[in-house]
Nanobody
Framework: QVQLVESGGGLVQAGGSLRLSCAAS????????MGWFRQAPGKEREFVAV???????????DYADSVKGRFTISGDNAKNTVYLQMKTLKPEDTAVYYC??????????????????WGQGTQVTVSS
């Protein structure tokens, strides 16, 4: 199993920035992708960004259209940590943000049900 702990959420004004962190522990050698999802009240959990790798190198990163150009996913493999840098935040970015790990290669990275492990979530609130 893999344990994931998110941090970095908070309250920010529209146009501001936040950086989320997700620290992985346990069987981290088995992780092939780490993604960020978010869920707003009354809405389904949606894909935000993913970072996949093979060995020590990144070979794939992808973003939802709604965050492309504003959010950047990065990571430190040595620390088993993935980051989500969020800039130019909008009120519609308000949600609980979840980090997730995928331990099987070759499956859909934008669909929550294909992820094996989840963090507890961190609240991001953007005021207008």
């Amino acid at each position: 199993q893999v344990q994931l702990v998110e941090s970095g959420g908070g309250l920010v004004q529209a146009g501001g920035s936040l950086r989320l962190s997700c620290a992985a522990s346990g069987r981290t050698f088995s992780i092939v992708s780490m993604g960020w999802f978010r869920q707003a009240p009354g809405k389904e959990r949606e894909f935000v960004a993913v970072r996949s790798w093979s060995g020590a190198s990144i070979y794939y990163a992808d973003y939802a259209d709604s965050v492309k150009g504003r959010f950047t996913i990065s990571g430190d493999n040595a620390k088993n940590t993935v980051y989500l840098q969020m800039k130019t935040l909008k009120p519609e970015d308000t949600a609980v943000y979840y980090c997730a790990a995928q331990r099987q290669r070759g499956v859909e990275v934008r669909v929550a049900s294909f992820y094996d492990d989840w963090g507890q979530g961190t609240q991001v609130t953007v005021s207008s």
